[in-house]
């Protein structure tokens, strides 16, 4: 009675100090954090505190301890004394470019044991026009989501020039930032850098396939660069598919201001009396045991949150596409079907290639947007390919690309009107491929048609992977009137969530990939209507253990589907052994992308070895904590990762040698193992006639584990182990 009368009390929205005359502290907590700021009516919103949790006492001396110490509102509009990037710019119906916010109520509610949603209302000082600020906080998980909306209540229209979903101000000797870089088939890199004076951006402005070059996801790590037990880090992402811009600006009181939300890049946005805008959600996280918990907290809150059946474990996948492309008939389907089962794969997905009736689809020219089954590939249509997969004990998926269209496609000639064009000017192409208009209710019913027709014609789908391969450029839409081009940019997204929650409202149970020319659309916008991101195109085993570690540090390793590939590589040209192919993919989704009719009798008992052992580890893999051990990109020549269970009754450990090791060996130290526990040791998908780990067949104490280790013999370049820690008390 006592813990709930207490949790009910830290739920409390605000605590009103005597000082000040009415001022008020607006405290926001979880399990282990706290928001502190400071209101009073009529003044600016202060922020005051973002870290470890706080007690309300201690909250309530902020403001007597910070002494004379410089401060900033929470959430700045361009106006009055404001001189750095604000978090608002607006031109009001009377042309005034100054706006300027003051407190004016807060409230509170709990949604449920978990959830706690705190509303606070700003309005101008002048102007008949609100901002509010929500924010949601999930007390277990130790996030918070906090979105912006802005109410016009003036005589006329009001033009939004720049909003953020989240702004706000670090106080530190010093700020390291790590963001996520690449391109297609090299996603999520990860790069850390010393914040210095000045402005550091990143930004999206494609449109579509937005998180190819720059990832809206960040961690700011204090006082030092950023490690994985230890120190205070700051992390954040915008759940938003579309344009986003992320901005750090150090300035001349050695104050860092993070803003991150929408990109204003041609983006004004035109509100009328009467109308609203709210911006999409920003994601936020501290940690003061270094990002590594910063991770378990994103983890956990997706897999609950933020991911569609995160409860569920995800299939052993064969997708054809790397093994026939567009080159296939029915027979080579079923041929590869058999082996499929053979391996013991759970799913088949059919990629590109099955579909176009005048314009048949047997290569990236043609075809895309007409959605008929091709009878000369395909005679007995597409149930009767499902029908066979369940004879045989797999289910079927499918690939569509419903926001693209190829100029040579009825759909292109039909309904030109329904394509992203700018006027009379000429629509370049990518990838052979036009952009539908999805800002455009009728294109939305389409593409939502697309996927219904298609699931009603074969009731065996029950995975669709959903792909985009181009971003837009020379923007411009038919249905948007001539002064409201600039919402495109939102609109189209919105018009994607749009068919997305019609999706899944019909269709509840689906399995929905998110793939966009690889990791073009990894968000945590698309996420809660998706399984899975397709994590790159890059399949090479060497290049994802980099794009796998840089994904993970943000989104649950059961959404990164890994396939194991064809040596050589397709992308790289790179052989590596089978046994690291498949260690690598072991320690995501593991799928396979390979035509397994060329596979070799030993390859094939390989890859069944590999499947089996991962529906051993699976649960582990795909719903345990992951604690990274040694990072791939410290140049050392190794990577390590384990993953615990709920539990802490089960464990799994995965090594990758990337060099030559002439006379050093790798010694692990685990985490998050109970160190009263006792682990009977066991190596996963071993090679036969060798092991590669010391300590194989042993059984020892957690305490030991975590504080000696266990040896490995990885010397060579591309040697693997996989171990499994079983609790034996």
């Not at 029908?387 to 693209?404: H, N, S, T, V």
């Not at 030109?416 to 036009?434: A, C, D, F, K």
């Not at 050093?664 to 685990?670: H, P």
Request: aromatic share 10%.
């Amino acid at each position: 009675m006592k813990r709930a009368f207490a949790l009910l009390l830290l739920l409390l929205f605000v605590a009103t100090s005597s000082k000040g005359g009415g001022l008020q502290i607006v405290k926001i907590d979880t399990d282990h954090q706290s928001f502190v700021f400071s209101a009073a009516s009529g003044k600016p919103l202060m922020f005051r505190y973002w870290g470890a949790r706080l007690s309300e006492e201690d909250a309530g001396a902020i403001l007597s301890a910070c002494g004379r110490e410089k401060s900033w509102e929470l959430y700045p509009a361009y106006g009055g004394a404001l001189y750095t990037n604000p978090a608002l710019t607006l031109v009001h119906a009377d042309g005034q470019l100054t706006t300027e916010l003051v407190f004016s109520s807060c409230h509170s509610r709990q949604l449920d044991e978990n959830r706690t949603e705190t509303i606070i209302v700003l309005q101008d000082k002048v102007l008949p026009l609100t901002v509010e600020l929500r924010f949601t906080a999930f007390r277990q998980q130790d996030i918070v989501m906090q979105s912006v909306t802005v109410r016009n209540r003036e005589q006329g229209p009001v033009i939004v020039r720049q909003i953020a979903s989240a702004f706000f101000p670090l106080k530190a000797m010093s700020y390291y930032l790590t963001h996520f870089h690449g391109s297609s088939n090299a996603e999520m890199w990860l790069k850390e850098e010393l914040l210095t004076p000045g402005i550091k951006t990143i930004d999206s402005k494609k449109g579509v396939r937005t998180t190819h070059n720059e990832n809206s996801c960040f961690i700011v790590s204090v006082n030092g660069p950023a490690k994985e037990d230890d120190g205070e880090v700051y992390g954040g992402a915008l759940a938003w598919s579309g344009n986003f811009e992320s901005s750090f600006q150090l300035d001349d009181f050695n104050m860092l201001q993070i803003r991150c939300g929408l990109n204003p890049f041609c983006s004004e946005i035109r509100l009328l009396p009467g109308e609203s805008f709210t911006t999409p959600e920003a994601v936020i996280g501290y940690s003061d045991r270094g990002k590594g918990q910063l991770t378990r907290n994103f983890h956990r809150w997706a897999r609950r949150y933020a991911l569609a059946h995160g409860d569920r474990y995800r299939s052993v996948a064969l997708n054809n596409w790397e093994g026939t492309h567009w080159n296939f008939n029915e027979k080579d389907l079923r041929e590869i079907i058999d082996k499929a089962a053979e391996i013991g794969c759970e799913l088949f997905i059919l990629d590109d290639g099955w579909f176009g009736g005048k314009y048949p689809r047997n290569d990236a020219t043609a075809g895309l947007g007409d959605w008929q089954v091709n009878a000369a590939k395909l005679p007995g249509g597409l149930q009767s390919i499902a029908g066979y997969a369940a004879a045989k004990g797999l289910r079927f998926g499918i690939w569509i690309e419903p926001e693209m269209v190829n100029p040579h496609s009825e759909l292109a000639q039909e309904h030109s009107e329904w394509i992203v064009r700018s006027g009379e000017r000429e629509i370049p192409t990518l990838r052979h491929q036009w952009i539908l208009d999805l800002c455009n209710p009728d294109v939305q019913d389409f593409i939502f048609g697309v996927f219904d027709d298609l699931l009603s014609s074969a009731p065996g789908i029950s995975y669709v992977k959903w792909d985009a391969n181009r971003h837009v450029n020379n923007v411009g839409s038919t249905y948007l009137p001539a002064d409201e081009q600039s919402r495109f940019w939102v609109d189209y997204t919105r018009g994607l969530y749009n068919v997305y929650e019609r999706i899944r409202s019909k269709y509840p149970d689906i399995e929905i990939q998110a793939c966009a020319s690889g990791g073009g659309r990894v968000d945590f916008g698309s996420l809660p209507f998706h399984d899975e991101i397709w994590t790159s195109d890059n399949t090479n085993a060497i290049d994802r253990i980099f794009i796998q570690w840089g994904t993970n540090h943000f989104f649950p390793t059961m959404a990164m589907a890994a396939h194991v590939s064809a040596a050589p590589n397709r992308q790289t040209g790179m052989s590596l052994p089978l046994k690291f192919r498949c260690d690598v993919a072991m320690s995501g989704r593991m799928g396979i992308e390979l035509d397994p009719r060329k596979l070799a009798r030993e390859e094939i008992a390989c890859l069944q070895d590999a499947v089996a052992a991962y529906k051993t580890i699976r649960p582990v893999v795909q719903h345990g904590d992951l604690y990274r051990l040694v990072s791939p990109y410290d140049e050392s020549g190794w990577a390590a990762l384990n993953y615990v269970s709920e539990m802490k009754e089960r464990c799994v450990l995965f090594a990758f040698s990337t060099a030559l090791h002439t006379r050093t060996r790798l010694t692990l130290r685990l985490k998050g193992l109970d160190p009263a526990g006792y682990y009977k040791i066991t190596e996963q998908n071993r090679q036969k006639g060798k092991t590669g780990c010391h300590a194989e067949g042993q059984t020892l104490s957690g305490d030991y584990l975590m504080k000696c280790g266990v040896g490995f013999d990885l010397a060579k370049p591309f040697e693997s182990c996989v171990l499994l820690l079983e609790r034996q008390d």
